[in-house]
């Protein structure tokens, strides 16, 4: 029984595995009746309270168990030893310093640690790695493990000089190559930097008199400076069409007019048959949108809330309506994302339709399949000039040309090569002209020329229309520059043309 003024004071030690104290008492009381300690003797109103509880008044003023007082135990600081899935006594002695164990080491092995080869110059930080290796492997074991033997330690000391000798010769390779590598880019954007000065100072201001040079053909072929080439090109293709500024204006006014008339509710399917059935090619402005967001993916500058989007659209859009006759199709894309990235939205346009408007170019946008079976017809004669063995084994597998040039053609070779060398390819095409990207195709089999004699006609398609992406520049144009573009003592131009009077009189130029 427990009064109403009685209280309860319980205390809970957690640590260790006994039970706790409970202690029940008046709260006018204090002590404990199984204490060590003795109770100072009760006062008479007390022992009146007593006997009006009877027997029980002992049970309510006394410990039910005894207190057991734990003692805080002092913090002892650790030092640092090695365990080993248990624990274990700590080391005994001061731990090494790894600078001293090194310094231990070299004096066994004979090898003064001040004094540095010319090799150790390449790593900067190789006073620092190898101290944690060697205080690792070097280091006596722990004194509750049986000594290492000598052997042992001498095979473990020889494997670590070993480890390390690699590390080192592997170290000096990587930095050999990023010397090189960066050696090498210093030169080329130095050579950049000279021929921008050289284009800027001496050939644009006298274009006219200086673009036909032998001295101008050669840095031609060597790349033309990203900072000047869209000038380049521009006075290379030229304006033919006499195209304007405010002539673009009101292309893209039309096209913008054009594209509010249009449904927006068709699916991507309904809009390419509609723009495909329809006689006025301007309906195929609906299939722009469709092949914006296809054009360089990786860059991420061409698509929909990219910076060059709309851009993009707009040329498209605006060429469209300047020629309703051609319209759009798929691959022009590619080529005027080349100009914008290179010159301004109306430049890029009136470079983008004058290029259009070459003989090559119109008769393979416009699809005129007699023209390009001459183009073809043509490929074919120069190709079985320079490398026949490709040739004979194309013929076998009947792998005619029309298969991977007419992706190379249509985009030229920006889809197909890396942007960087399709702009090259395209320096020298600006020079040329188209007999150029027919070359290039003979290149391009040439640099691959062992590959493919080896494969069959799947593999050998799926290769040309998917090239290898790190394709290097220099190579290629090594390659193309052993391509000759004569062929009976004539030229490119003089075979197209005896192919256009053969297949006038109906003669056969291309045999399936």
Same mark, same amino acid.
């Given at each position: 029984?427990?009064?109403? =003024? ?18 029940? &008492? &008046? ?19 007390? #022992? ?8 029980? !008044? ?7 168990? !005894? ?24 080391? #005994? ?29 390449? %790593? ?54 990023? %010397? ?9 954007? #130095? ?37 000047? %080439? ?18 673009? &204006? ?17 699916? =991507?399917?309904?809009?390419? =048959? ?7 090619? #301007? ?35 605006? /060429? ?7 319209? /759009? ?5 590619f080529i005027a994302a080349v100009f914008i990235l290179n010159l301004d939205t109306a430049d ?127 190579e290629l144009f090594a390659a193309i520059a052993t391509i000759q573009m004569h062929s009976k ?8 043309? !005896? ?14």
């Amino acid at each position: 029984m427990v009064t109403s =003024d009685s209280s309860a004071i319980v205390t809970l030690e957690t640590d260790d595995t006994h039970f706790s104290d409970v202690t029940l &008492s &008046s709260p006018n009381e204090h002590g404990d009746l199984w204490s060590p300690r003795r109770r100072p003797p009760a006062t008479s109103q007390e #022992e009146g309270r007593n006997k009006r509880l009877g027997p029980l !008044a002992s049970f309510f003023t006394r410990s039910l168990f !005894a207190r057991k007082v734990k003692e805080p135990r002092p913090l002892e600081p650790r030092e640092p030893g090695w365990k080993l899935f248990g624990k274990v006594p700590l080391r #005994e002695g001061p731990v090494k310093d790894p600078r001293k164990i090194q310094k231990e080491y070299e004096t066994r092995s004979g090898r003064p640690g001040n004094l540095a080869s010319p090799k150790q110059s390449v %790593r900067k930080n190789l006073d620092f790695e190898p101290l944690s290796t060697t205080a690792l492997i070097l280091e006596d074991r722990p004194a509750n493990l049986p000594a290492k033997p000598a052997e042992e330690a001498q095979k473990h000391r020889q494997q670590y000089e070993e480890m390390v000798a690699q590390a080192k010769k592997r170290e000096m390779k990587e930095a050999q190559k990023r %010397r090189k590598q960066l050696e090498d880019r210093c030169k080329l954007e #130095e050579s950049i930097g000279n021929a921008a000065l050289t284009w800027n100072q001496e050939i644009l201001p006298n274009w006219e008199t200086m673009c036909t040079s032998r001295r101008v053909r050669e840095l031609w072929w060597q790349g033309v400076p990203p900072s000047v %080439r869209g000038k380049v090109w521009s006075l290379a293709i030229g304006n033919e069409l006499n195209i304007t500024h405010e002539l673009y &204006s009101i292309c893209l006014s039309r096209a913008r007019e054009k594209w509010k008339a249009m449904p927006t509710s068709s699916s =991507d399917t309904e809009s390419e =048959d509609a723009g495909l059935s329809l006689a006025d090619k #301007e309906a195929s402005l609906e299939l722009i949108k469709l092949d914006i967001s296809r054009t360089f993916p990786n860059l991420c500058i061409f698509q929909k809330g990219g910076p060059y989007h709309d851009m993009l659209h707009s040329i498209l859009g605006a /060429y469209t309506c300047y020629r309703p006759d051609v319209g /759009y199709v798929q691959g022009m894309s590619f080529i005027a994302a080349v100009f914008i990235l290179n010159l301004d939205t109306a430049d890029a346009f009136i470079a983008f339709t004058n290029l259009l408007n070459k003989p090559c170019q119109m008769a393979f946008f416009r699809v005129d399949h007699s023209l390009m079976l001459t183009y073809f017809a043509a490929f074919e004669v120069f190709f079985e000039e320079n490398l026949p063995k490709l040739f004979a084994h194309f013929k076998s597998n009947n792998l005619s040309p029309d298969i991977y040039l007419i992706d190379w053609i249509f985009t030229l070779y920006s889809k197909s090569l890396p942007l960087d060398l399709a702009c090259r390819v395209w320096d020298v095409f600006c020079r040329d002209g188209d007999e150029f990207l027919f070359r290039t195709a003979l290149g391009i089999l040439k640099l691959y020329e062992d590959i493919l004699t080896k494969m069959d006609f799947i593999h050998n398609a799926q290769f040309l229309t998917k090239l290898p992406e790190d394709i290097s520049g220099d190579e290629l144009f090594a390659a193309i520059a052993t391509i000759q573009m004569h062929s009976k003592n004539k030229k490119w131009a003089q075979v197209l043309q !005896a192919l256009q009077k053969e297949q006038e009189r109906g003669s056969p130029v291309l045999k399936h």
